[in-house]
């Protein structure tokens, strides 16, 4: 897949410059210098020859056959130069120029013409607007990249080309391997799935990594990063955007979303880890494509200095990685060896005087304990201890075990030669110890991704039928909100528990309604201007009383004329009021990338405070239901504290998997807040206790 970029028998470079320092004249020297072995043809109107090689005029005028093409020419003449592709049947080509949709109104329609002429010519790109691509496995460096990086495992792709710089400078010191590099750019033809797909057949490459700000099909994304992520670890750093849009969102879902939780639920349900900084990328990098998988989540930590090993037991904490402790017979093995005052626990404090000898002999010993998933070494450069010799020590025994093993030998100066011969025999080495146990934690968690069953999705009844009718009426009369009582209708069709409520013009109905009911009742305005009941007063709770009902009746509707004298008022509903149970929120909301996508958190009236809440996209599997409750920090509540019975976590799940499949059945729901769901005890259910629906478009 895409063999003639990362695999070109011949390439051409149309724009090759005869000045050093021009664009055209540096990707003609990278390609010559670093090694490429195939037929190079610079493509230059006024020279006949760039760089001791022959020059033609133009791409029609090269003899042979050319597998890729490199068009570094002024945006106004790309499109001509893309015809002539099509004329030579070259089928991939790589766009440096830039002046296209990154520049305004005329590049986008450049583009769009550009897009339109390669597709006529049978051509595939990368680009426009990027900075080239560098294979170091066939030694192609198409790039204007000042260097060229070292063979290895991880290929990049990236749609800032400063990214690609400034990762490609941070990788040539401490000479980090690659398999490729793509400044993807523009993404006009070639975009992220291809390249991941690509990648994911490349056997050179073990890790993907990538840079990305956006994706232009959110569900294609997710649908090739799960097949991928099944075969290779994919990292991404996506750089965030705030929403103002979710700050104009009516729904407390709406508002709580923004464009990132879409993405980390995107991201997560697709297997792909996501990096938050660039040292994270490399961090994680370095980790997939150099040491195996752990196989569980135990972790030993060998240390010569109390605090480090303290900072790494912190963070194991706060991650998956569990800090077990080694068995008998490797601690009495410790005790063999270890002066006393040494920790034989984990973390294992093999105290300051450690020397080589004293860190192989304990890495060994604690490898014997089977349960051991993966280790992280510390080294504090104490005057006595052999930075290189004990780095040396640390590769005699990780080379020989199917198990990680992460370093952090701390400093700069004096750790840094043993630290680069970690990395040349594939120990990756981390400033901190943090930063270790992340990139382990990382592994682990992508592990249990490529180890986890296959999703289930239930097989609910048809529930669309019975509130078709409801959303069509709505949409006829263009209205963006179902009324409450099509609300209720609604939840009822989906098979949600909601309050018994009639709906009464005067007083005297509300009052034969509550009888009805039964005391307690709550009473809420019906006017279909009202959105923020409560709001306007245009709720009362707890009544217990004729007299109550009437006195509520009378200042609800008062209250709400005062405020809004143009609402038209229909009356009130009248409902049972439900008590007791744990009060949660869940609902819909619409990504534009991505889709539909189901919210759930905790907190009542003061979810939008805590924001204790969790995202999936939909369709929800029974495994994502399940881990998105459990995913909130307040989720021990659902549990019950001080004595409290369980709340019906089932019924939530169950509610989360109705709703994900009423929004598939109606992709015109924007937005919707179930909110409160009252949740009782288990095996008890949930009342839909009140509800909210936008709607339009599709
Ligand atoms: N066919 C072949 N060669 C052509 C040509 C054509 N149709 N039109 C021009 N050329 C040649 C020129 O003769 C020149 O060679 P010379 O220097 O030996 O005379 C060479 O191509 C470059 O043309 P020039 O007009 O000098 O352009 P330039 O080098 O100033 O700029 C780009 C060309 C593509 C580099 C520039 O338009 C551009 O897009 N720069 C930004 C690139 C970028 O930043 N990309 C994104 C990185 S992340």
């Known amino acids: 897949m895409l063999n003639n970029f990362f695999n070109p028998a011949s390439i ?107 597709k006529k010519a049978g051509l595939r790109f990368i ?19 000042a260097g060229m990086p070292a063979k290895g495992g991880i290929g990049f792709f990236s749609q800032s080309g400063a990214l ?10 401490d000479e980090i391997g690659f398999s490729k590099f793509i400044s993807m750019g523009n993404k006009a033809d070639i975009t992220d799935t291809d390249i991941m797909l690509a990648l994911a057949e490349d056997e050179n490459t073990k890790v993907i990594l990538g840079y990305i700000e956006g994706v ?89 200095s109390g605090g480090p090993g303290i900072l790494a037991a912190d963070a194991c904490d706060k991650s998956d990685l569990k800090l077990a402790p080694p068995n008998k017979e490797v601690v009495d093995e410790l005790r063999t060896f270890l002066p006393a005052a040494a920790s034989f626990y984990n973390p294992i404090d093999i105290l300051g005087d450690a020397g080589a000898d004293r860190y192989e002999k304990a890495l060994t010993a604690v490898l014997k304990d089977e349960k051991m998933n993966g280790i992280i070494v510390l080294l504090t450069p104490t005057a006595v201890v052999d930075v290189d010799e004990t780095a040396m020590a640390v590769i005699n025994v990780a080379g020989n075990i199917d198990r990680p093993v992460l370093t952090s030998f701390m400093g700069k100066q004096r750790v840094e030669s043993g630290t680069k011969n970690l990395l040349r025999y594939n120990v990756p080495n981390y400033s901190y110890p943090e930063e270790a146990v992340s990139s382990l934690n990382a592994m682990y968690r992508y592990k249990a991704w490529i180890d986890r069953p296959e999703k289930t999705y239930p097989q609910l009844d048809d529930f669309k039928v019975k509130a078709k009718h409801i959303f069509e009426k709505a949409a006829e009369e263009n209205r963006e909100r179902l009324s409450d009582s099509e609300v209720h209708d609604v939840l009822m069709s989906y098979g949600f528990r909601v309050p018994r409520s009639l709906f009464a013009r005067t007083s005297e109905e509300a009052v034969a309604a509550a009888k009805g009911i039964g005391y307690p009742v709550v009473m809420k305005i019906v006017s279909p201007q009202v959105i923020h009941k409560s709001d306007m007063g245009g709720v009362k709770v707890g009544l217990e009383s004729k007299k109550a009902v009437e006195n509520a009746f009378f200042d609800i509707t008062t209250r709400v004329r005062n ?40 907190g009542g009236i003061y979810v939008e405070v805590l924001k204790d809440i969790a995202f999936r996209i939909t369709p929800l599997s029974r495994e994502d239901a399940h881990e998105m409750i459990r995913e ?66 599709e």
């Not at 990027?130 to 496995?137: K, Q, R, Y």
Request: proline letters at 5%; a neutral charge; one cysteine or more.
């Open 632 to 697: 909130t920090k307040t989720f021990p509540l659902l549990r019950g504290v001080r004595g409290e019975a369980e709340a019906d976590i089932e019924a939530i799940e169950e509610s989360l998997l109705i709703l994900s499949r009423m929004a598939m059945d109606f992709p015109q729901i924007i937005e919707a807040d179930i909110n409160p769901l009252l949740v009782k005890k288990r095996g008890e259910g949930a009342v839909a206790v009140d509800a909210r629906f936008s709607i339009g478009g």
């Open 127 to 145: 680009g426009p607007n990027c900075l080239g691509m560098i294979d170091t496995h066939s030694k192609v460096n198409a790039s204007f990249a």
């Open 12 to 118: 051409a470079v149309v724009g090759a410059s005869r000045t050093p320092g021009k664009v055209g004249y540096d990707i003609l020297n990278n390609i010559i210098r670093y090694g490429y072995r195939g037929m190079v043809y610079p493509i230059n109107p006024g020279s006949p020859e760039i760089l001791n090689k022959k020059a033609y005029p133009s791409l029609i005028d090269v003899p042979d056959k050319i597998d890729l093409a490199i068009i570094v020419v002024p945006s106004k003449n790309v499109l001509e130069v893309v015809e002539q592709c099509g004329s030579k049947n070259i089928d991939s080509a790589i766009i440096i120029t830039a002046g296209f949709k990154e520049s305004g109104i005329e590049g986008a329609r450049l583009e769009a013409e550009l897009i339109r002429t390669a």
């Open 216 to 304: 232009g099909d959110g569900c294609k994304f997710m649908e090739v990063a799960k097949e991928v992520t099944k075969k290779k670890p994919i990292i991404i750093l996506k750089s965030g955007i705030t929403s103002s849009g979710a700050k104009a969102a009516s729904s407390h879902t709406g508002a709580l979303a923004g464009r990132e939780a879409a993405f980390d639920a995107a991201f997560r349900q697709s297997g792909v880890i996501r990096a938050h900084t660039i040292n994270e990328l490399f961090n994680y990098a370095l980790a997939f494509a150099n040491q195996p998988l752990p196989h569980g989540p135990n972790v030993a930590i060998i240390t010569n």
């Open 563 to 602: 405020i809004m004298p143009a609402a038209q008022i229909y009356g009130v509903m009248v409902q049972e009021m439900v008590r007791g149970g744990k009060e949660v929120i869940m609902g819909i909301t619409k990504d534009p990338q991505f889709g539909h996508m189901i919210m759930f958190g905790l």
């Open 164 to 173: 690609c710089l400034a990762v490609l400078d941070r990788a040539l010191p």
